[in-house]
């Protein structure tokens, strides 16, 4: 995009996220530890995804899965063949007692993505191991520059996000949890080389109660008339233990 965008650049993707993920919130104010959800004053989006300690209520021993779904009605498929699999988290001790080693297994079979292992790790790996996922098929799909894309999500979590208190369900009752929404593409300059996909929209949902602390996380765009153009989500299972 602007001259950024070119074709070839998707291969690109992976090693551009995995560089500069935390470059995400780089320029965010750090706002003081939250350790309630729904205090007075709402946290950054940067300090619920980025900074905080998700893994500080995970023990040692446990598996943390993710239901992984990934489609799209554009008719040229560039995203390929609908995508319905699992991201698995396999949690040990870390060196401090706020942080985990984790062994990822991000999908199955054919479909296997490399991810990991990480190691003494206070967050959780899987907002970063999402969006590089999600920033290499979009790039693919839109010849587009990674980087470009990277910086505009990044600059969309830092100035146009909204974060707001939400209920989750957990263990069969309501908790306390945060909403995090942007539309990092809205008002592009570029707008109309997106494949009208400008209006792509990204929610995260929070919740120190639930084991890694990332209930769900989805980017999702429609065509005026509600068509899909793009779904994909990842989303806490509680059933799988």
């Given at each position: 995009m602007r001259r950024h965008v070119v074709r070839g650049l998707a291969t690109t993707a992976a090693a551009l996220v995995l560089a500069a993920l935390p470059a995400y919130a780089e320029d965010a104010p750090k706002p003081a530890a939250v350790t309630q959800a729904n205090a007075a004053a709402p946290p950054s989006a940067a300090?619920?995804?980025f900074d905080q300690p998700h893994m500080k209520n995970?023990?040692?021993g446990s598996t943390i899965t993710y239901d992984y779904l990934r489609r799209s009605g554009i008719s040229s498929g560039p995203f390929g063949a609908p995508l319905d699999d699992t991201v698995v988290?396999?949690?040990?001790?870390?060196?401090?007692?706020?942080a985990r080693d984790i062994v990822v297994t991000m999908f199955s079979g054919?479909?296997?993505?490399?991810?990991?292992?990480?190691?003494?790790m206070p967050g959780n790996p899987v907002v970063s191991l999402f969006l590089e996922n999600h920033l290499r098929g979009l790039a693919k799909a839109?010849?587009?520059?990674?980087?470009?894309?990277k910086l505009a999500i990044r600059k969309g979590l830092r100035?146009?996000?909204?974060?707001?208190?939400?209920?989750v369900t957990f263990g069969g009752h309501e908790v306390d949890g945060w909403r995090v929404t942007t539309k990092p593409f809205e008002g592009d300059a570029l707008a109309q080389r997106m494949r009208g996909m400008d209006d792509l929209t990204y929610t995260f949902v929070t919740a120190p109660s639930v084991p890694g602390e990332i209930v769900s996380i989805e980017a999702a765009s429609k065509t005026r008339d509600g068509g899909e153009l793009?779904?994909?989500?990842?989303?806490?299972?509680?059933?799988?233990?």
């Open positions: 300090d619920l995804l995970t023990a040692p988290l396999k949690v040990a001790p870390g060196k401090s007692p706020e054919l479909n296997r993505v490399p991810a990991g292992p990480f190691e003494d839109l010849e587009a520059n990674p980087r470009y894309l100035e146009k996000a909204v974060v707001s208190p939400t209920k793009l779904e994909e989500k990842l989303s806490y299972d509680q059933k799988a233990g």
